[in-house]
């Protein structure tokens, strides 16, 4: 069974620009959630989506965002790009709510 | 506010020895913790959870404890191998909630 894939996995964008990354989660996996790792910072969750819909949102501003399909692949969207967005964006996804299972993540730099 | 804390950055240990890494919790309602193992521009893999109605978990050469009291847990590998040097993150999530990490601890382990 194929994994997490997450496209593009390198991205060199510039400040006020906008980014969409793209998340395929494992085959019958509905659940997918969005983590942003900065040196130091360790893993923080972004967002959590099931059949279409947030579940859980965390803690970052309204630049961020994202969205799932009918098929369970989501996107995330960061608009108006900032030097402190560069980061690795990791994608995971759960059958069940308590393994989850990462791709490779998203590097992203902002000059 | 950290909730859950990994207090070592780095640990550097002999091949064949045991390898612990620690991990410490604020929020009481957290009831599934889970090691991750991440290598350089990969994403994080699982490794070991645990259910706080366990207080131990074994998978071959990794074992988690949880002591719910001091609200710690502890990874330890046995023996310890090159190949498992790497970052490990502990992670905690109450019911359905999402995945809380750590900022990871460096392991180096010594040939």
């Known amino acids: 069974k194929a994994g997490v894939t997450q496209t593009p996995r390198y991205l060199i964008k510039t400040r006020g620009q906008q980014v969409t990354l793209s998340c395929s989660p494992i085959?019958?996996?509905?659940?997918v959630s969005w983590y942003q790792q900065t040196p130091g910072q360790g893993l923080q969750f972004l967002f959590e989506?099931?059949?279409?819909?947030?579940?859980n949102k965390g803690n970052f501003p309204g630049r961020f965002s994202g969205r799932q399909f009918s098929n369970s692949r989501s996107e995330m969207n960061v608009s108006t790009l900032e030097l402190g967005d560069s980061a690795l964006y990791l994608c995971?996804?759960?059958?069940?709510?308590?393994?989850?299972?990462f791709g490779p993540g998203t590097r992203l730099t902002v000059t | 506010d950290q909730q859950v804390k990994q207090n070592s950055p780095s640990l550097s240990v002999q091949e064949g020895r045991i390898s612990i890494l620690n991990c410490d919790y604020t929020?009481?309602?957290?009831?599934?913790f889970l090691w991750y193992k991440k290598y350089p521009a990969e994403g994080p893999t699982f490794l070991i959870s645990?259910?706080?109605?366990?207080d131990k978990n074994e998978d071959g050469r990794f074992t988690v404890f949880l002591n719910k009291s001091a609200k710690h847990l502890s990874l330890h590998i046995v023996p310890s191998q090159p190949g498992d040097s790497a970052v490990y993150f502990c992670?905690?999530?109450?019911?359905?909630?999402?995945?809380?990490f750590g900022k990871g601890t460096k392991l180096s382990v010594i040939p």
């Open positions: 995971a996804s759960s059958l069940d709510l308590d393994s989850w299972y």
């Open positions: 085959s019958g996996h509905r659940s």
């Open positions: 989506y099931f059949s279409e819909t947030q579940r």
């Open positions: 929020n009481s309602m957290f009831d599934y």
């Open positions: 645990i259910s706080s109605i366990k």
């Open positions: 992670a905690a999530k109450a019911g359905s909630y999402q995945l809380t």
